[in-house]
């Protein structure tokens, strides 16, 4: 019995442990993979330089001009979820009856489980030639429309965690405000939101990094032409649908092999720095409403 | 508690060994050119020798190469030549990549049908390529913008575009990437301005596909070598084939794996 017992609790550690053991094994991989780039390529260079030709003869590999798509149309992302992720948190916590929430919460929660490829789908078949015809658009497969789907995308993301956010807020903070005069809007804008601000913010920060790291849709409605984004109506290139597009050509070994995970590298440390402000903020708004932790 | 690690670690080795090997099985791996081929061809020779095994994966020129450098796989498809640093690394691992053709392809320029233009030279498709022409008019086209569709950057086609076409100039930085052949024919055919390149196989239904100084991408001009953007495709092996290596390969490039060839779009070779 003390012998199983035990066993049990091993078991248990080892599982516990693993996701760590994968976590450092992909992080090392990411640095041993990326540093001999490091070593033939100027850091500054590789950080400034705008031209991306991996397989030109002799090889440029600047990231600024992928760095900076995925930056664009990841704030363009946010610009789509953040009215839409919020706007339905607020609306299900706040003003949606039971019956009503019962069924949308689940129906954003389903937007979560289409694959990203269906996604990618819709974008190109559907979307891309929308906005192409009714912008009068040279091509439809630019920043506007991976904005767009990314934006959808993060959604509920955004939403749930905007929404456990409002209802961590106590219910005696609105009654306060009631009881003060205060009528359900005044409640919702000088109260509740200000209450559940940090708690929103980490849902938006959240949706922010799903966007970043997203790569099917990218590769499949961005365009992919590695040029500095100037407008939201030219194709760009961001950094994730550049590994998945190249990977499988890339001489193993080779200098362009190293890009790739010099990119993906930079990816890990800008998701990684996201979900820390993310931890930092939850944290702090924890502690402002007085719960534990 | 050791002995439970030891006895864990003892049944998945049993378990590795034990699988039976009931035939001679092998893997065939690389370009998602030649893929359809290789697909096709492993159909038909598993049909016709029960007991044969063949399993094929995409993933691209350069996965399969790698791949038969390693030893993970016994043909290595792909549709550029081997590169020399390839060469020097599967010579460091003392294997011996050889060089099998087994079809021809063509890179056929293609655009939108709602385009008059119906044929550049091959000066000006460079031009559009590279940068220095960026609108139709510049071309005796209507005056719309030149939407540039090009394959991803790793791509074999896009070497061999590069290589052919564009004397190994850089393709401009505006141009769109795209991943597969059928994304650059679906792209073209939603986009009015938009030129593209793709394999012979891919020009259908939505596309237009232009001559190049005055020779339009066919199976006959590119197997007569007048169409000058023809590339050959490769099956690599480890040396000299053996086995059901050479016995599929033979059946390849035999009348009856070159007919499945010409089936799937591409000029047979013999």
């Known amino acids: ?293 | 508690m050791k002995s439970i690690y030891g006895l864990t670690i003892a049944a998945i080795l049993a378990l590795g060994t034990a699988v039976p090997c009931y035939a001679e099985r092998i893997v065939c791996e690389g370009s998602t050119t030649v893929l359809p081929i290789a697909q096709r061809c492993a159909e038909e020779y598993m049909n016709k020798h029960q007991g044969a095994d063949i399993s094929v994966r995409g993933g691209g020129s350069g996965v399969g190469i790698t791949s038969l450098i390693e030893g993970t796989c016994d043909i290595a498809d792909s549709s550029r030549a081997i590169k020399d640093e390839e060469i020097d690394k599967a010579v460091t691992r003392g294997r011996d990549p050889k060089a099998n053709m087994v079809a021809m392809d063509g890179i056929a320029i293609i655009i939108n049908p709602s385009n008059s233009i119906d044929g550049l030279t091959k000066k000006q498709l460079k031009g559009i390529y590279t940068g220095r022409i960026s609108s139709w008019s510049q071309l005796g086209g209507s005056g719309d913008k030149i939407v540039v569709v090009s394959r991803d950057s790793a791509s074999g086609t896009y070497e061999a575009f590069g290589e052919m076409a564009l004397d190994k100039q850089k393709v401009r930085s505006d141009a769109l990437m795209e991943a597969s052949n059928q994304a650059v024919a679906t792209t073209v055919a939603q986009t009015p301005g938009a030129i593209g390149y793709v394999g012979l196989a891919y020009i259908g239904k939505g596309v237009k596909a232009i001559g190049l100084d005055n020779v339009v991408a066919s199976k006959e001009t590119v197997l007569t070598k007048q169409y000058s953007l023809s590339r050959p495709l490769f099956m690599y092996t480890n040396g000299k084939p053996a086995g059901l290596v050479k016995d599929f390969l033979d059946f390849v490039i035999s009348p009856e794996g070159q007919k499945l060839v010409d089936e799937e779009g591409y000029v047979a070779i013999k």
């Open chain 1, 1 to 293: 019995m003390y012998l199983k017992e035990k066993i049990y609790k091993w078991i248990f550690t080892v599982l516990g442990f693993a996701s760590l053991v994968f976590l450092l094994g992909i992080i090392i991989l990411l640095f041993k993979e990326s540093l001999p780039l490091f070593q033939k390529v100027n850091i500054v260079h590789l950080l400034f330089n705008k031209e991306w030709y991996p397989t030109h003869n002799p090889p440029e590999f600047g990231m600024l001009a992928l760095f900076l798509a995925s930056l664009w149309v990841s704030a363009g992302a946010l610009l789509v979820c953040v009215p839409l992720g919020v706007g339905s948190a607020l609306y299900i916590h706040e003003l949606a009856g039971p019956r009503q929430k019962a069924v949308l919460k689940p129906l954003i929660e389903i937007l979560a489980s289409i694959p990203s490829v269906v996604y990618g789908f819709f974008g190109m078949a559907v979307a891309a030639p929308f906005l192409q015809k009714l912008l009068h658009l040279p091509t439809g497969l630019c920043a506007l429309t991976a904005s767009l789907i990314l934006g959808i995308m993060a959604v509920p993301t955004v939403t749930s965690i905007a929404e456990d956010a409002l209802s961590c807020v106590p219910d005696s903070f609105r009654e306060a405000s009631f009881a003060v005069g205060a009528n359900r809007w005044q409640t919702l804008v000088n109260m509740v939101i200000p209450a559940a601000g940090s708690g929103i913010s980490t849902a938006i920060i959240l949706g922010m990094s799903r966007a970043i790291g997203e790569t099917m849709t990218v590769l499949m409605v961005a365009g992919g032409a590695a040029v500095i984004p100037v407008s939201f109506f030219e194709p760009v290139r961001p950094m994730t649908s550049t590994i998945a597009a190249e990977m499988g050509e890339a001489v193993m070994g080779s200098l362009h092999y190293n890009a790739l995970f010099t990119i993906g590298l930079m990816l890990f440390l800008i998701t990684f720095a996201f979900n820390i402000a993310a931890e930092l903020v939850s944290r702090r708004f924890r502690l402002k409403l007085g719960l534990d932790r």
